[in-house]
C-alpha cells in the first residue's frame, strides 16, 4: 500500500536523492570504520594474549601463592598432575602443560650471558602452547627421552659465540637458594625475530631441569591454563581459585603481564574514544538530513494534520524515516565493510615495513607480523545495534518538531 | 436540497496577538450553515473569511464563542478527537492544491481512507470511481509535477470528499488557475454539491465562484456583514 506510513516514509527518503545517499554513505563509513577499527582490534590484541599466554604461563597460571611477588625456583608447586587433571575438568580449558621459567647465566669458556627459561616437557607440548617451537631455525627440541640439553635464541648464541652441538654451562639457584650448575650441548637454535627473545630466551627439557632444581617428579615452577577464548581467563581464573584453594594462587594473563595488559587497555580505550566520535560525527549528519527535511516539509505536515494525521502520526512518519535509514545505513555498513574486512581477516597487512630490523613489531615482548581483522560476534552486535539506535535517537527531535506543527500558521506561512 | 444546520457559529472571536499587536480577526460572528448548501464567503483581504475556515475546520480555536459541527462543541474536543474529526468530517481545498508530491493521483485521493483504516478493496473502488467523477480517469499513476493547476485540483477535491465529509472547506479553490479551468472546477464541485449532497463552504474573492454560490456571506472586518441567498 502505497499510503502506508513506511511505504511514504521510504518515499519522503528519497524526495533528495543525493542528499539521502550522502546520509548513508556517511553511517555506512561510521559503520566500516568502527567495525574494522574494533575487528584490528580484537585480532591483534587476542593474538597478542595468545602469544603471551604461549611464551609465558598460559591465559591461567596455577603457580605458588607468593611466586608473584617473589618470583624465585624455591616458589614451586607440588601435584602438578592433580592440578592439571583439575584445570582440565574446567569447560573453557583446552590444554594444561607443567613449566618452570626463570632465569639463569649461561656461559661458555670465554663468555657469559644472562637469558630467561622456559623449562618445558617436549612430551607434552609443541607451537599451540609454545609458539616459539615453530620458531627453531637449526637442529630441534631435545629429545624427549629427557636427555638434557638446550635451546638457544639466536641472538644469545651469537652473543655467547656458541654453535648447535657446542657445550655451554647454565647456573641457577635450586629450590633451597643454593648455587647449581649444569653442563649441556646446544641441541636448537631459534629465530623468532623479536629481540627479547632472540637475544634473550633458552628452552631446557623439563625432567631433567627438575632434577637440577632439587625438584620432585610432581614438582613445577606453574602449571599453564590454556583457554579457548582467552577473554573467559577471568572467570576460569576465579573458578579454578575457587577449586584449588590454598594450594596454590590461580593468576589470569593480565596479572602475570601487567605490561601488556596495560598497553591493551589504553589502546581499546582509544579504539573507543574513536569509535564514539565517529558516531557522534555520523548522528550529527543524520540529524542534519531529518531536520532540514522536517523544516522543508512544514506546509506539507499543516496539510497532512489538516487531513487528519495526528501529531503522533506525523511522529511516526518522521521516525520511520530514522529507521529507514538506520537500516539501509547498515546495510550499506555491511557492504562496504564486507570486502575489506574478509581481506584484513586472511590477507592482513605485513607490517614489516613499520618494523625492526627482524621484521616483527614488537609490543611489551610480544612480536606481531602483521595487522590482522577479526571482530567477537558481540562487539560486531553491539556496533549495529549502537548505530541503530544513534540513526533512530537523531530523528527524535526532528520527529518531535514534526509533531509540533501548527497547521494555521505552517499552511498561512508558507 | 440543503436540510439540518451542520455548523453552528455563536459569538466567535479570534484574537492574535504578535509582539506588541493585537489583532481581532473575528469579532462576535455568528453563523449556521446547513447540510448540502454551496456557500461562498468572501470580503476584502484581512476580513477573516481564512480565519473562519480554519475555526470551521478545526484547526484552530476561538479566542471566545462556540462553535459546533454536527452538534460537537469544537472547543471541547483534545488535540487528538479534532484530528479524527478532521479526517472523518471535515474536506480541504486550499488555494495552492497542497498535495503529497510523492504520492500519485490515487494515493492523495486515497490518503484520508487509508487513515481511517477502510480496506483496501473498498478504497480502491472508492478512489477508483471518485477519480472518474473528477475527471481524472487514466491520470490515477501520475504524480502531482505531472499534472496541470486543474487536475491538481480535481486530485484535492477528490481527496476531499473521498472519506464523504459533512462539510468541504475550500480556501480561494480558483486562486491559482486560469478562467477556463476555473469554471471547469466550479462545475464539478456543484455537480458534487448537486448529485453527492456534499456541503461545500468557500472563501474567496472570485466573483464566478459568488455568481454559483446558493448562498454569499460577506464578512467585514471580522462580522458578518450581508447574508444572501440566491
Not at chain 1, 6 to 16: D, P, V
Not at chain 1, 329 to 342: H, K, M, V
Not at chain 2, 40 to 62: M, V
Request: aromatic share 6%.
Amino acid at each position: 500500500m502505497g499510503t502506508s506510513l513506511a511505504a511514504l516514509a521510504w518515499r519522503n527518503l528519497w524526495r533528495h536523492r543525493r542528499r539521502t545517499l550522502i546520509t548513508l554513505a556517511s553511517i555506512g563509513f561510521g559503520v566500516f570504520f568502527a567495525v574494522i577499527f574494533t575487528a584490528i582490534g580484537d585480532r591483534t590484541y587476542g593474538d597478542m594474549i595468545d602469544l603471551a599466554a604461549r611464551n609465558g604461563g598460559g591465559h591461567v597460571t596455577i603457580q605458588h601463592p607468593e611466586y608473584i611477588d617473589t618470583p624465585t625456583l624455591s616458589r614451586s608447586v607440588e601435584g602438578a598432575s592433580a592440578l592439571a587433571k583439575l584445570a582440565l575438568a574446567d569447560p573453557d580449558v583446552v590444554r594444561v602443560v607443567p613449566r618452570i621459567t626463570g632465569n639463569l647465566m649461561i656461559a661458555t669458556a670465554r663468555k657469559s650471558t644472562g637469558a630467561g627459561f622456559i623449562a618445558f616437557d617436549p612430551a607434552l607440548e609443541d607451537a599451540r602452547t609454545l609458539s616459539i617451537l615453530d620458531a627453531i631455525e637449526e637442529g630441534g627440541i631435545f629429545a624427549a627421552s629427557g636427555r638434557p640439553g638446550i635451546v638457544l635464541g639466536a641472538k644469545l648464541a651469537e652473543n655467547l659465540g656458541v654453535r648447535l652441538g657446542r657445550r655451554v654451562v647454565y647456573t641457577t639457584t635450586d629450590k633451597h637458594g643454593e648455587l647449581v650448575q649444569e653442563a649441556v650441548r646446544v641441541t636448537g637454535i631459534l629465530r623468532t625475530g623479536t629481540e627479547g627473545l632472540d637475544a634473550g630466551m633458552a628452552l631446557l627439557p623439563l625432567a631433567p631441569f627438575q632434577t637440577t632444581l632439587g625438584y620432585g617428579p610432581d614438582e613445577v615452577g606453574q602449571v599453564a591454563v590454556f583457554l579457548g577464548d582467552q577473554r573467559r581467563a577471568h572467570r576460569v581464573a576465579e573458578r579454578l581459585s575457587a577449586r584449588v584453594g590454598d594450594r596454590a594462587a590461580v593468576v589470569s594473563w593480565d596479572e602475570r603481564s601487567p605490561e601488556l595488559a596495560g598497553f591493551i587497555a589504553m589502546k581499546q580505550g582509544g579504539t573507543q574514544v574513536m569509535e564514539v566520535i565517529i558516531l557522534l560525527l555520523v548522528a550529527a549528519g543524520i540529524f542534519n538530513t531529518l531536520f532540514m527535511s522536517v523544516m522543508e516539509r512544514v506546509r506539507e505536515f499543516g496539510v497532512l494534520l489538516a487531513i487528519g494525521f495526528t501529531p503522533a502520526r506525523l511522529f511516526a512518519m518522521v521516525m520511520c524515516e530514522s529507521c529507514w535509514l538506520a537500516s539501509i545505513g547498515l546495510i550499506a555498513g555491511a557492504a562496504i565493510t564486507a570486502g575489506p574486512y574478509w581481506f584484513l581477516s586472511r590477507v592482513g597487512i605485513d607490517v614489516a615495513a613499520l618494523a625492526d630490523s627482524q621484521g616483527q613489531m614488537e609490543v611489551a615482548g610480544v612480536g606481531m607480523e602483521a595487522i590482522r581483522a577479526g571482530i567477537h560476534p558481540e562487539n560486531a552486535l553491539w556496533i549495529a545495534i549502537l548505530a541503530l539506535a544513534m540513526t533512530v535517537l537523531s530523528g527524535i527531535y526532528p520527529a518531535l518538531s514534526a509533531g509540533r506543527v501548527d497547521p494555521v500558521e505552517s499552511i498561512r506561512v508558507a | 436540497m440543503t436540510g439540518t444546520t451542520i455548523v453552528e457559529v455563536r459569538d466567535v472571536t479570534r484574537r492574535y496577538t504578535q509582539g506588541r499587536v493585537t489583532v481581532d480577526a473575528l469579532r462576535g460572528l455568528d453563523l449556521d450553515l446547513q447540510s448540502g448548501e454551496f456557500t461562498a464567503i468572501c470580503g476584502p483581504s484581512g476580513s477573516g473569511k481564512t480565519t473562519l475556515l480554519n475555526l470551521i475546520g478545526a484547526l484552530d480555536r476561538p479566542t471566545s464563542g462556540t462553535i459546533r459541527l454536527e452538534g460537537h462543541e469544537l472547543g471541547e474536543m483534545s488535540r487528538r478527537e479534532r484530528s479524527h474529526l478532521r479526517r472523518d468530517r471535515i474536506g480541504f481545498v486550499f488555494q495552492a492544491y497542497n498535495l503529497m508530491p510523492v504520492l500519485t493521483a490515487y494515493e492523495n485521493a486515497e490518503i484520508v481512507l487509508a487513515l481511517q483504516g477502510v480496506p483496501a478493496a473498498e478504497r480502491k473502488a472508492r478512489v477508483v470511481k471518485l477519480l472518474d467523477d473528477v475527471g481524472l480517469a487514466g491520470l490515477e499513476d501520475r504524480r502531482p509535477d505531472e499534472l496541470s493547476g486543474g487536475q491538481q485540483q480535481r486530485v484535492a477535491i477528490a481527496r476531499a470528499i473521498a472519506s464523504e465529509p459533512a462539510i468541504v472547506l475550500a480556501d480561494e479553490p480558483t486562486a491559482n488557475v486560469d478562467s477556463e479551468t476555473a469554471e471547469t472546477l466550479l462545475d464539478l464541485m456543484q455537480r458534487l454539491n448537486r448529485e453527492r449532497g456534499v456541503t461545500f463552504l468557500f472563501s474567496t474573492h472570485d466573483p464566478r465562484v459568488m455568481a454559483r454560490a446558493g448562498r454569499v456571506i460577506r464578512i467585514v472586518d471580522g462580522r458578518v456583514e450581508t447574508d444572501e441567498r440566491h
